[in-house]
């Protein structure tokens, strides 16, 4: 039997402190932004590179097609005298052509027509306008790429020119391909002088009719192509850049370096932007702005890295979303010789 003066300690009913709920719930609701600003950002960087993927599809596409192409390119060359009549040495020759050059070398608006084109032969099969030329996996084809500002009035349906002022036309920069069908192919036609032996030494270019066939766009909002033959395995360090102004002719007899040979590797620089830049840059203006004017004139590395970070910065500074793909295209068919 307990003593009725043994002691019972108080019961505790201790809870949280209106300040502690107060702390613990500020506490709570800073993790809760916390989260949020990070699923926010996270979100919108999904967003925006997939948009950026997707808004340079185009781009990487016709990137692809114009490097794969060019890895083809051909010359066909052979030895032979350099002059019947009386000859006095051996030399190369070649009925083929490989050309890239500023695209102002051929009389065009370096304006409507910035940076630079490349023109040349490659077996890729069959580009035809006849379904009888089917089965010619080898056949030679002529290509040529380029950039150019203009409308896109080319390339509507007929039956858009019956309708009235509905469709206004579209002025943007697009990369366009210049191929020519099987059956249209000329370069062997442009000849003279005997047997077209002094054809084999002009620096003619009169088989490039880009009206004939007309170029066709392989990409919109292409603002510039850069094409830099070189040869890193050049035995001598001075001959890794084969051209001081990014002009090589395989038919230019005054160099006897690049006389009927194809450069080894080809440096392929194109920067693109997207549409939403282009709309707001462009206003669908008929005359092209000077995004790339002064720019890639002078064929050297650094130069070439200088004028790059100078377009960078210009596009960047006017908010336009832009990339820029590069790479070095070796060509298969370059037998090169020092000599």
Known sequence: MSSPHTFVPPRSDRAFTLIEVIVASAVLALILMLLLSITDITSRTWRGTTDKMQAFDGARAAFDQITTTLSQAVLNTYWDYDDLAAPTKYERRSELQFLSLPMKDFGLSATDYPTHGIFFQAPTGTVSNKSTHGNLPLVLNAFGYFVEYGDDSFDKPSFVDGLTGTVQPRYRFRLKQW????????LYEKSSGVTGRNFLGAQTLDWIDLDNPHARPLAENIIALVVYPKNTESVNSNSTSLTSDFFYN?????????????????????????????TRVFQNSASAPN?????????????IEADLQALSKKLTNDGVQF????T???IRGARWSES
Do not use: C, W
């Open 179 to 186: 191929k020519v069908p099987a059956e249209q192919f000329t």
């Open 250 to 278: 395989s038919r230019d007899r005054t160099n006897a370096q690049r006389f009927h040979q194809l450069p080894p590797e080809v440096e392929v620089i194109m920067v693109a932007i997207d549409e939403a830049s282009a």
């Open 291 to 303: 995004l790339t004017n002064g720019l890639f004139s002078s064929a050297n590395g650094p130069q």
């Open 323 to 326: 990339i820029v793909l590069r």
């Open 328 to 330: 070095t295209v070796k």
